[in-house]
């Protein structure tokens, strides 16, 4: 009995009820058990249960296997469903609070702020590819076991490093760009705001905003989510660039202009506008990422 799953587990309840902690239990199991003492990951998931409520030491019901049947048809219904799954960076507990307090903070400033959004400017990053393979999406197959592993072509990128050097160099230009296209944006204050990424963050990149009369917006660590360029913008860019190729940076920049201006501007701003909703929604789930957020 005692060396059974229940007998062990009926040790932990046992010293569980006697209010012993899960480093007493350990060792009192250890002493009975040797080498082939339950792991501690058991142990305090038991403990866990119990605190839960949990007043056997069964399993939870499960459903047994259910019947099988493949064919074409299951199949297709089957990859349809795992090729939309997306499991995103599991996140630390002072990642999900940080999020949280800096999503209140957003929205109690946007609504401080009348013309906050027409001071805002946000952007990012991202490898863009003199060739762009087709998505996984759109590639992806079933092999029976016995078939090879279908070869799928690699991304060529366009190599240019993202350093501090060249990120100041992006912000000058930024700045020269919103003189000429968005007057009285300068003179409003722009609000910036960019991700944690190294170097967006270096003393001399926070010199040359604060040189530049940027006012830089908090922004919170793993959070594509709350990004309007990776939850709208670079999938949609790219997305008339797969499966072409360009021989260099000259052939691939028009490409990318082209799309930028017949891209109508309500789609920009359409994804600006959404800020609002995902700091709210990201406050309602206590800073866990926004499901189904589009990367």
């Known amino acids: 009995m005692e060396n059974s799953e229940d007998g062990k587990r009926y040790i932990i309840w046992f010293l569980w009820k006697q209010n012993k902690c899960g480093s007493e239990i350990l060792y009192e199991k250890e002493k009975v058990y040797g080498s082939k003492c339950p792991g501690k990951s058991m142990v305090y998931e038991w403990i866990d249960r119990f605190n839960d409520g ?29 090729i939309k799954i997306d499991v995103p960076k599991l996140l630390s507990e002072s990642q999900r609070i940080e999020r949280v307090r800096v999503c209140r903070q957003l929205l109690r400033i946007s609504k401080k702020e009348p013309r906050f959004f027409d001071r805002l400017v946000t952007g990012d990053e991202t490898w863009l590819h003199f060739y762009e393979p087709k998505t996984s999406l759109q590639t992806s197959q079933w092999k029976r076991r016995h078939e090879a592993t279908p070869i799928r072509p690699r991304a060529v990128a366009s190599a240019v490093t993202i350093n501090t050097e060249y990120y100041v160099q992006v912000l000058k230009k930024l700045r020269e760009a919103i003189k000429s296209k968005r007057r009285g944006k300068l003179s409003s204050h722009v609000l910036l705001q960019h991700d944690n990424a190294p170097a967006h963050t270096s003393r001399r990149t926070l010199d040359e905003i604060q040189h530049l009369a940027f006012e830089l917006l908090p922004y919170p ?51 600006i506008n959404k800020l609002p909703s995902n700091w709210k929604k990201c406050i309602e789930v206590k800073g866990e990422f926004i499901e189904n957020y589009e990367q």
């Not at 007043?55 to 795992?82: A, F, H, M, W, Y």
């Not at 797969?242 to 799309?259: C, I, M, Q, T, Y």
Request: positive net charge; aromatic residues 12%; charged residues 25%.
């Open 221 to 271: 660590p793993y959070s594509p989510d709350l990004a309007p360029s990776n939850y709208w913008l670079f999938s949609e860019m790219k997305r008339p660039l797969r499966g072409k190729r360009f021989s260099d940076f000259e052939h691939l920049r028009p490409a990318v202009n082209s799309w930028i201006q017949g891209t109508p501007e309500k789609f920009f701003t359409t994804g």
């Open 54 to 82: 949990h007043s056997t030491v069964d399993d939870n019901p499960r459903p047994g296997r259910p019947k099988t049947c493949s064919n074409q048809e299951n199949i297709k219904i089957i990859s349809n469903i795992l």
